[in-house]
């Protein structure tokens, strides 16, 4: 890894050369900051906002895509899109979604071909939080507001310019191509971004210090099982609009349907799903047959936290939560994943990664 001290000027042609492509940044709204595509110079003002409304995951695992056409008269599905693209200001928990996600689409027996040709094709430009949001919280659950990994180029925004790490080969060729200048970042620059780095984690405990659960890919708190009516405190103001779901940077349940596109040509489409809904896991059936396998909303509510902070852990060894906070800010019935947590977790109980309790 190389890491250089770049001024403004510099990093604004930076990321000016990838305008030609197609580059998705923080744009500045009325009120925050939201991920779009960008047809002029990236505004590095925005670099320091918090993290945007909403995650990149939309840009590997579409709302709704094709997977197939079929009929005689059928044309071929669209591809996925294989050209270089590049995401800038992504952050620590956003790749750390990513992380997951690759676990999920591309290890094991079945690998989403249209996943992996669009994250090959993206070149991560990810930034150092210097600001955050009410709702984040990426300490309680074993992140830092700071990359480590997972990205070709990482930024840390100091007041005259940036500290810039390339840590893959395209990330250094990036730098290497913009034509600017990149001195060899010094003690002074480091210690600040260190500074910067350090405020930043301090800032986030103080704001999440009332909760005193301890999550992260090897621990996690013990939470009680989803038949536990204890659930329903919650559920109360769930309104199933599956909001939590869809703006989650690490949810990836899909639904299949088909639909006709013309005389004899049909197409089946892939669509996010929320465990939320009442429709999710519906089953085929009539009067005495079960027809949802969690007919009850605390029991979909638990599923989805359990999800994050059991199964994942022990299905994939990750994490099923990055701490972005998202959740919190879009749900409509107010609910905060951490005061979840904070509520229904078992003291007594030791929940370890491989999913065993500890002995009473």
């Not at 996925?80 to 690759?102: E, H, Q």
């Not at 955050?132 to 919280?137: A, G, K, L, P, R």
């Not at 002074?188 to 009332?210: H, S, T």
């Not at 909760?211 to 329903?232: I, K, Y």
Request: proline content about 4%; aromatic content about 8%.
């Amino acid at each position: 890894m190389t890491t250089y001290y770049v001024d403004d000027a510099g990093i604004a042609k930076l990321l000016g050369e990838q305008c030609g492509t197609s580059t998705f940044a923080p744009v500045r709204t009325a009120r925050l900051a939201w991920l779009d595509t960008v047809e002029t110079e990236t505004d590095l003002a925005n670099l320091g906002e918090p993290r945007p409304a909403q995650s990149p995951k939309g840009l590997f695992l579409p709302a709704a895509e094709s997977v197939g056409r079929y009929g005689q008269s059928a044309t071929a599905a669209t591809a996925a899109r294989t050209d270089m693209a590049v995401i800038v200001g992504i952050r620590a928990c956003g790749l750390r979604a990513l992380k997951y996600l690759d676990q999920v689409m591309l290890e094991g027996a079945f690998q989403d071909a249209e996943y992996r040709a669009r994250r090959e094709g993206m070149l991560l430009i990810s930034c150092d939080c210097v600001d955050c949001t009410d709702s984040c919280f990426c300490t309680l659950v074993g992140g830092r507001p700071y990359a480590s990994e997972g990205y070709d180029i990482n930024l840390t925004p100091l007041e005259h310019g940036c500290v810039a790490e390339a840590a893959t080969e395209r990330g250094q060729k990036l730098l290497e191509s913009a034509g600017i200048q990149c001195t060899q970042a010094g003690k002074d620059q480091l210690a600040e971004r260190d500074r910067i780095r350090a405020a930043m984690v301090e800032r986030l405990e103080r704001q999440n210090e009332r909760f005193n659960f301890v999550a992260d890919d090897r621990s996690q708190p013990g939470l009680s099982n989803e038949g536990d009516a204890a659930w329903q405190e919650f559920a109360a103001d769930c309104v199933e609009c599956g909001a939590c779901t869809n703006i989650c940077p690490t949810c990836h349940c899909f639904y299949l349907y088909d639909q006709v596109l013309g005389a004899e040509a049909f197409e089946r489409v892939r669509t996010w799903d929320s465990c939320l809904l009442s429709t999710y896991h519906r089953m085929a059936g009539g009067v005495n047959l079960k027809l949802s396998a969690r007919p009850r909303l605390y029991s979909r509510l638990a599923n989805r936290v359990l999800h994050k902070f059991t199964y994942s852990p022990q299905q994939y060894g990750l994490l099923g939560c990055v701490g972005c906070g998202r959740c919190v800010d879009a749900c409509l019935g107010a609910i905060d994943i951490r005061e979840v947590v904070q509520k229904l977790q078992c003291p007594a109980k030791a929940n370890p990664a491989d999913g065993r309790e500890a002995s009473p």
